[in-house]
């Protein structure tokens, strides 16, 4: 069976919903193929951090006011406080991963997306004019014919080894295991964070009485990382870990993991992109992994639609790798400086002290928590002109329009880029903006001291692409959108 699209989006976890989610709600003709033939219950990723929650409020997805301030944790250590600003969502959002795909999931078939469960990849090639993409389906083979195709289909991806991307990868150093157990004994477990001279062990009840564990044994990687997971080994490994027997029974979802890590050494080849976890893969500390992910669908969700819809800057597509992979190799490298505090050895215990005061001091600089929560991104200014505020975030303020009362957030949600303007000392860029209002939507506001500019540009994602002063709104306004284009729904 022959399918035709705009884009494949090739993996069905959160991520890759969330891709065809975005690209669906601009128009793009959107075609997800997924191997599973249902979500998967299996306990993942539970976190959200904050900037991941502010950029999925500003794209219309339901949050919890309130901004304040979370409690987290850096390498085990507690102590970590990640706060948001007044007026922005709460810091940390903690959700099962099944039901974040399940919310993306409905948002795409919402905005009409096509979902093929029960297919998988085989074949991509791509040349100038598109991309081929065949998969085994219940029914044979589909063979999908698309102007691009984005992997979100994890650290194994097809779609990064089909079309030749290569990674720099680091090889495993310490072996994990992951599960969920009855104990008989519910209390030989506390739940919470478990460090001992041989590893560490967390462990989280659930609402049934189970308890879901894992564990980090440093001793070295495990002979065979595909090797299937027993009760035996898992419950001689938690046992061995806590220096006491712990007795279990009812697995599910045991697997394994570990340090091993990979960064591919582009997000972009021609009309191929890899998002989430075919992109990069890390130790899972910190619970950024799927925030990661999240951002990355949101920061190449406009842009893909830009570029399908021709409404796009030249150059607009490619700023995707040069903006998340960075990014990326951050992440990676801070989850490697929290497993060197979580070795055992009484060697690091000095050096466990001395985080555990900067983690009781970051309230005050935020240097470690905007880290975490990825609020300390500021993305590079492509415009060239030296533009102060280019790649900062606009936090949401209130702001009284011509419309009534309404706040950053409320203007992004449609998901076009905004022009605000602030005053009337502003309206004169609207005049330099007319040639590109089918795709930017201008907005007149009265002045406010919570925006430092009288007028700025605003990417769908939040961040900034111009603010007035130092640099020309008509030199920034082409870099990103292409002049006369629309963008959306025809």
Known sequence: ????????????????????????????????????????????????????????????????????????HFAGLPGLVITAPEG???????????????????????????????????????????????????????????????????????????????????????????????????????????????????????????????????????????????????????????????????????????????????????????????????????????STGVLDALNLGWKLALTVHGSAGAGLLDTYDQERRPLARRVIDNTRAQLALMRPGAELDVLRQVFAGLLAADGERGELSGMISAQDTVLPDHTGERCPAAGAFLHNVPLSTEAGETDVIGLLRDGRPLLLLLGESAERYAEQARDWTGTVRVVRAKATPDVAYEAVLVRPDGYLAWAAGECDLAEALPVYFAEGALLGRP
């Open 1 to 72: 069976m022959a399918v035709h699209a705009q884009v494949v989006v090739v993996g069905g976890g959160p991520v890759g919903m969330l891709m065809a989610a975005e690209l669906a709600a601009y128009g793009v003709d959107t075609v997800l193929l997924e191997t599973r033939a249902e979500v998967s219950e299996g306990p993942r990723a539970t976190t959200l951090h904050a900037r991941a929650v502010q950029s999925l409020a500003r794209r219309g997805y339901p949050y919890t006011e309130g901004g304040g301030a979370g409690r987290f």
């Open 88 to 290: 922005e969502p709460e810091p940390i959002l903690k959700t099962p991963q099944a039901e974040l795909e399940r919310l993306f999931e409905g948002r795409a078939r919402e905005e009409g997306a096509r979902i093929l469960r029960e297919h998988r990849v085989t074949e991509v090639v791509q040349d100038d004019g598109g991309v081929r993409v065949v998969a085994e389906g219940p029914r044979g083979a589909v063979v999908c014919h698309a102007g691009y195709v984005v992997g979100a289909d994890g650290a194994r991806s097809t779609v990064r080894a089909r079309t030749g991307i290569d990674s720099d990868t680091r090889p495993a150093t310490v072996s994990a295991l992951m599960g969920t157990v009855t104990l008989p004994d519910p209390d030989a477990l506390a739940d919470g964070w478990r460090r001992t001279p041989r590893g560490w062990i967390v462990a989280k009840r659930d609402p049934e009485g189970r308890t879901h564990i894992r564990t980090l044994n440093c001793a070295g990687a495990h002979a065979d990382r595909h090797l299937p997971v027993t009760l035996e080994e898992f419950r001689q490994e938690v046992s061995w870990i806590a220096g006491e027997e712990i007795r279990m029974d009812a697995p599910r979802w045991l697997s394994r993991f570990s340090d091993f890590d990979r960064l591919a050494r582009t997000f972009r080849a021609r009309r191929a992109l890899l998002v989430g976890d075919a992109a990069h893969v890390h130790f899972p500390i910190g619970g950024q992994g799927l």
